[in-house]
């Protein structure tokens, strides 16, 4: 009897404390919940400013509330964007993003595969410590560097002068994340595929690159979004109207229009639409490339 009245309380503790538990973990549901929303909140807002009062003339940015929507929605606003030579920047952009992203991501790519894969012992540590310096330098500290090579190169106010730096730091990040990911696929696979006679080559594109295509998405989806928005490398090493991208359009429509408010923020609609449509597309693929970095 002893014992049973000594057992007794000993499996009744975990049951006295269960609901306790969770009645905190209910509480810090509700207050992360709170924030979450107030969050929402607060990027929602100058949002919904910016869409509505693209759609307003000037008259009706002055003269109403301005988060009231517009008495009289109008397209004007973007047909001034558009007839504004709006479609040549939106092509330097997308030539300047493709022609970063599929060189960065390819050459980083085989990297990876080399550093995991590959037995040069100290020399591929080096290289790889080498990319991993590149994270620790920022843009900002190497653009007269850049500037003096793009002159020196006879490269400058071409859309290959800001590809090729864009393409440069690019590589650290994407190697970095590829790298984690390669070392996570099985050993054994690789063995298996050498046993059947593949080749290095065969492995890569048979088996590393169907294996980390979410990580091959996320990182071309970061990368694109930093060259798309990119200002600084535009603003330096190009001068002629017509090699300007949309960042830096955009910072002449709000000189140009600097009164004309519901005109520039047409152009940063036109300009965001794209992201918002390659985001819709490739959400999932994004989404499962970022929860599986969270697993390694």
Same mark, same amino acid.
């Given at each position: 009897m002893?014992?049973?009245t000594t057992g007794t309380p000993t499996t009744a503790q975990p049951t006295r404390n269960g609901p306790v538990r969770a009645h905190?973990?209910?509480? $810090?549901?509700?207050?992360?919940?709170?924030?979450?929303?107030l969050w929402l909140v607060i990027v929602l807002v100058p949002l919904y400013w910016i869409v509505v009062t693209s759609?307003?003339?000037?008259?009706? #940015?002055?003269?109403?509330?301005?988060?009231? %929507?517009?008495?009289?929605?109008?397209?004007?606003? #973007? @047909?001034?964007?558009?007839?504004?030579?709006f479609p040549r #920047?939106?092509?330097?952009?997308?030539i300047v993003t493709a022609g970063t992203i599929i060189?960065?991501?390819?050459?980083?790519?085989?990297?990876?595969?080399?550093i995991v894969r590959g037995a040069g012992g100290r020399f591929l540590a080096g290289v790889n410590g080498l990319f991993l310096m590149g994270l620790a330098i920022p843009l900002q500290a190497t653009i007269i560097p850049v500037y003096l090579l793009i002159i020196r190169m006879r490269l400058y106010d071409s859309l290959l002068a800001i590809i090729l730096p864009s393409i440069a730091f690019s590589i650290p990040l994407s190697v970095l994340v590829l790298t984690n990911f390669i070392r996570d696929v099985p050993k054994e696979l690789f063995e298996s595929m050498r046993v059947?006679?593949?080749?290095?080559?065969?492995?890569? !594109?048979?088996?590393? %690159?169907?294996?980390? !295509?979410p990580a091959l998405v996320t990182v071309s989806i970061y990368n694109g979004l930093a060259v798309w928005n990119g200002?600084?490398?535009?603003?330096?090493?190009?001068?002629?109207?017509? @090699? !300007?991208? $949309?960042?830096?359009?955009?910072?002449?429509?709000?000189?140009?229009?600097?009164?004309?408010?519901?005109?520039?923020?047409?152009?940063?609609?036109?300009?965001?639409?794209?992201?918002?449509?390659?985001?819709?597309?490739s959400r999932k693929q994004l989404l499962s490339g970022l929860t599986a970095g969270f697993s390694k």
């Open positions: 002893a014992v049973a905190k973990l209910l509480q $810090l549901n509700w207050f992360g919940g709170a924030a979450g929303w759609f307003k003339d000037q008259t009706a #940015y002055f003269s109403q509330n301005p988060f009231a %929507l517009p008495a009289d929605p109008t397209w004007a606003n #973007y @047909k001034l964007v558009i007839e504004s030579d #920047y939106f092509l330097n952009s997308v060189p960065a991501v390819a050459i980083s790519f085989m990297a990876a595969y080399a059947d006679g593949a080749s290095e080559w065969g492995m890569l !594109r048979g088996l590393a %690159l169907p294996l980390t !295509r200002f600084l490398l535009p603003l330096i090493l190009t001068q002629s109207p017509d @090699k !300007r991208t $949309l960042p830096l359009a955009l910072w002449t429509f709000q000189g140009q229009y600097s009164v004309n408010v519901p005109a520039v923020l047409a152009s940063v609609m036109l300009t965001t639409l794209p992201i918002v449509i390659l985001y819709a597309v």
